[in-house]
Nanobody, 125 residues
Framework: QVQLVESGGGSVQSGGSLRLTCTAS????????MVWFRQAPGKEREGVAG???????KYTDSAKGRFTISLDNARKTMYLQMQSLTPDDTAKYFC???????????????????WGQGTQVTVSS
C-alpha cells in the first residue's frame, strides 16, 4: 500500500519562504510522477509542480521562477522549495503520486490514485 506523508507547511509573511516535503512508502515502478497540488477554500485543486522519476519537471505559470521541485529518488522523497510567497499561495498543499510512462507528468488530479493528507500553507500580507 502506497502512503504519502507531507510536512513543512506553516505560516509566513508575504515574501517569505517554505520548503515542503513529501515522503512516499510502498511499491512504485521505476517510472513514476510525483506532483504537488494545492487547494484554497472555494477553489478547485490545482497542480503546482510535478517531477518525473527521470528528473523532468513541470510548473504551473504562477510557480515558475519562485518554486523549485526536486526529488530524492532513492528515498522516494519530493521537495518543494517555495520563495517569494504571496497571499495567493495560501492553500492546503497535497502531494500525489502515480506510476507513469514516459510522458510528461500531468496536473489532472483524477489521474493520481495516491494522495497525502495535505499540509497547510498560510501567507499573510
Amino acid at each position: 500500500q502506497v502512503q504519502l506523508v507531507e510536512s513543512g507547511g506553516g505560516s509566513v509573511q508575504s515574501g517569505g519562504s517554505l520548503r515542503l516535503t513529501c515522503t512516499a512508502s510502498g511499491y512504485y515502478s521505476s517510472r513514476y510522477c510525483m506532483v504537488w497540488f494545492r487547494q484554497a477554500p472555494g477553489k478547485e485543486r490545482e497542480g503546482v509542480a510535478g517531477i518525473h522519476s527521470d528528473g523532468r519537471t513541470k510548473y504551473t505559470d504562477s510557480a515558475k521562477g519562485r518554486f523549485t521541485i526536486s526529488l530524492d529518488n532513492a528515498r522516494k522523497t519530493m521537495y518543494l522549495q517555495m520563495q517569494s510567497l504571496t497571499p495567493d499561495d495560501t492553500a492546503k498543499y497535497f502531494c500525489a503520486a502515480a506510476n507513469w510512462g514516459s510522458a510528461e507528468c500531468s496536473f489532472f488530479p483524477l489521474i493520481f490514485p495516491n494522495w497525502g493528507q495535505g499540509t497547510q500553507v498560510t501567507v499573510s500580507s
